[in-house]
């Protein structure tokens, strides 16, 4: 398994409503040298939640205590930039499984799809709506139902459908990445080899 299952999230949620967030600033280029998807949650948003000496800058939502959770609402064109992958193994590598946002740069979602960090396209005013509750009350909840391809803001039940290809869907239930897809299928791969 590639990654973490998912059906159903919920969970309170960071708000990051800057729009034209690219990968650049997701993950700085200068921390693409590793391999591996670990450690790249360490220097999401490197250079906006650390100062040049290393020390984290308060006023940055990743800095502040009051946020948590596992959903990044963003805001509109989010991933925007180059292609790099890394992005997204530092968002899921941080411990967020899903980001929402009004619009997102197209590889930026594949990659998200994926590495398994569900990317939600809202409408801007549901996305608005999402911002302006977490910044009032922190403890606020986002229900995120795959099945369903439905996201709701629990306190007041109001929510909006998304789209997802339904392969990538199939995918992001059983943790699958595209490798993973097909050693599953290995059986039917083996059958359909036998009557050739």
Same mark, same amino acid.
């Given at each position: 398994?590639?990654?973490?299952?998912?059906?159903?999230?919920?969970?309170?949620?960071?708000?990051?409503?800057?729009?034209?967030?690219?990968?650049?600033? !997701?993950?700085? +280029?200068?921390?693409?040298? +590793?391999?591996?998807?670990?450690?790249?949650?360490?220097?999401?948003?490197?250079?906006?939640?650390?100062?040049?000496?290393?020390?984290?800058?308060?006023?940055?939502? =990743?800095?502040?205590?009051?946020?948590?959770?596992?959903?990044?609402?963003?805001?509109?064109?989010?991933?925007?930039?180059?292609?790099?992958?890394?992005?997204?193994?530092?968002?899921?590598?941080?411990?967020?499984?899903?980001?929402?946002?009004?619009?997102?740069?197209?590889?930026?979602?594949?990659?998200?799809?994926?590495?398994?960090?569900?990317?939600?396209?809202?409408?801007?005013?549901?996305?608005?709506? =999402?911002? *302006?509750?977490?910044?009032?009350?922190?403890?606020? &909840?986002?229900?995120?139902?795959? *099945?369903?391809?439905?996201?709701?803001?629990?306190?007041?039940?109001?929510?909006?459908?998304?789209?997802?290809?339904?392969?990538?869907?199939?995918?992001?239930?059983?943790?699958? *990445?595209? !490798? *993973?897809?097909?050693?599953?299928?290995?059986? &039917?791969?083996?059958?359909?080899?036998?009557?050739?």
């Amino acid at each position: 398994m590639a990654y973490d299952k998912f059906t159903l999230l919920q969970s309170t949620a960071v708000p990051l409503p800057t729009e034209n967030v690219d990968t650049d600033q !997701i993950i700085p +280029a200068r921390f693409l040298k +590793a391999t591996e998807r670990k450690g790249f949650g360490d220097n999401l948003f490197r250079d906006w939640r650390y100062d040049v000496e290393g020390n984290p800058k308060k006023d940055f939502v =990743l800095n502040d205590d009051t946020y948590s959770g596992k959903i990044l609402v963003a805001g509109k064109n989010f991933g925007s930039g180059s292609s790099r992958e890394h992005a997204v193994w530092a968002l899921y590598d941080y411990g967020f499984r899903a980001v929402v946002s009004s619009f997102f740069a197209d590889i930026f979602k594949n990659n998200c799809l994926n590495i398994g960090v569900l990317p939600v396209t809202v409408s801007a005013p549901f996305a608005d709506k =999402l911002l *302006d509750a977490i910044t009032q009350n922190p403890a606020t &909840e986002i229900e995120i139902n795959l *099945d369903a391809q439905r996201i709701t803001l629990v306190s007041t039940g109001e929510s909006e459908s998304f789209d997802i290809n339904v392969y990538k869907k199939e995918n992001m239930k059983h943790g699958f *990445d595209d !490798i *993973d897809y097909l050693l599953n299928m290995s059986s &039917e791969i083996d059958a359909f080899e036998a009557k050739r």
